[in-house]
């Protein structure tokens, strides 16, 4: 069998370090395991059954969907029974229908709700089908993205207490703010702040009588703190199957040498007019995203690291090519293939339908990235339109 090298393979194409994915992982689970906490990682990072497969072997018994195409196909691959809805986004019958498709295949659907309206509307829609799914409320911790107020918890609860088809199993938050941070002091302060608040709420849930299977948070900066503190009973990370730069050097949740994703790509030129100070590569916006740091933050310079040429920098993006400063680094050559660590990961992962796993620079697999946002459409307009039956 002729091996095969990752640098002889044609550009751009994204690349994941098998060896650094599995003690990644194995690193939280075995912590995980130590302080009896449920892991059910939230699979937009990666959107692969792949992926999703080996998080199974390590011990998640459940996932977090950011999105419906992502559990559909969860289920349909056998992955997990129990599916925890990401983000609040039920707001409408088609996608509540295709939920409650997977609850009548026996999976278990955990909504996440933070509102009166959705609520009474899924309701409504579960009594015709004779299903009920299980919720959680959604703290806000500080993001004032989605969420309920942690003073207001318990009156939101008891409001949906009359709701039959709604069975109410614990709280859960994501404290995204924490992406605004741009250093490991801010990182604790948040996780910090987070456990203070959640577990506010858990006193004053238990105070009028209310019993919580579920007392969850997710985030990869926090995860560190997450993990030990004895409040939380699930965790919803992500990024830490693969980290990425603004992880390893704002937040400090990793090294560099940990990060396993990485995208190829090939300076294709060294234009005259910058006297060599200037490389072109075939890579831009589209697989590296503009992240400098989270939430519009830009504590980063550049828009990625180079593993191949550490002083180089990515100093600015087009959509399909990319500048680099090459000032520092005079062996650069036009046809050289380096490898860039993205800023943010997920934003790579959803740029490629399919990814080169590989050993050290020995090529062993080929994965496909089997979730990409819209993945179900061809699927559910076969369903509707008959002349699609074909498409």
Not at 11 to 34: F, S
Not at 46 to 60: D, L, V
Not at 362 to 383: A, C, F, S, W, Y
Request: aromatic letters at 8%.
């Amino acid at each position: 069998m002729v091996e095969m090298n990752i640098y002889e393979l044609p550009t751009p194409i994204v690349l994941a370090d098998i060896n650094r994915i599995r003690r990644n992982l194995g690193e939280v689970y075995d912590k995980a395991k130590m302080y009896g906490k449920k892991i059910w990682p939230m699979v937009k990072t990666h959107k692969s059954t792949y992926m999703a497969k080996i998080q199974r072997e390590h011990g998640s018994d459940g996932f977090t969907a950011g999105t419906i195409d992502e559990a559909e196909v969860l289920v349909e691959k056998r992955i997990t029974e129990t599916i925890m809805c990401g983000n609040v986004y039920v707001a409408d019958r088609e996608n509540l229908m295709r939920l409650i498709s997977l609850s009548e295949l026996g999976t278990r659907v955990i909504l996440r709700l933070d509102n009166y309206d959705a609520a009474v509307f899924i309701n409504q829609e579960l009594r015709k089908h004779s299903i009920k799914f299980d919720y959680v409320v959604k703290v806000d911790v500080g993001l004032h993205r989605f969420g309920v107020k942690p003073e207001n918890i318990v009156k939101f609860v008891k409001s949906l207490q009359n709701l039959r088809n709604l069975n109410f199993v614990g709280i859960a938050t994501h404290p995204g703010h924490v992406y605004s941070c741009t250093n490991q002091k801010c990182v604790k302060e948040v996780a910090e702040n987070t456990s203070r608040i959640m577990l506010y709420v858990v006193s004053e849930l238990k105070k009028y009588g209310f019993e919580l299977e579920i007392i969850g948070t997710g985030a990869t900066p926090t995860l560190r703190y997450d993990i030990e503190n004895p409040i939380y009973t699930h965790l919803f990370p992500g990024n830490f199957i693969y980290y990425d730069r603004i992880q390893a050097e704002l937040f400090g949740s990793t090294k560099l040498e940990n990060c396993a994703l990485t995208i190829l790509t090939t300076i294709i030129s060294i234009p005259e007019y910058s006297n060599k100070k200037l490389a072109i590569i075939n890579v831009g916006s589209k697989h590296l995203g503009l992240d400098r740091g989270g939430h519009g933050v830009e504590a980063l310079k550049g828009f990625g690291k180079i593993i191949e040429y550490p002083k180089a920098l990515v100093i600015s993006l087009s959509e399909e090519v990319a500048k680099l400063d090459i000032s520092e680094e005079p062996s650069v050559r036009v046809g050289d293939k380096i490898r860039i660590i993205p800023n943010h990961a997920c934003i790579l992962s959803n740029s490629t339908s399919y990814i080169v796993l590989h050993e050290e620079k020995k090529i062993v697999d080929l994965i496909e990235v089997d979730m990409r946002n819209g993945t179900r459409i061809p699927k559910i307009l076969r369903e509707a339109l008959p002349r699609l039956k074909g498409v």
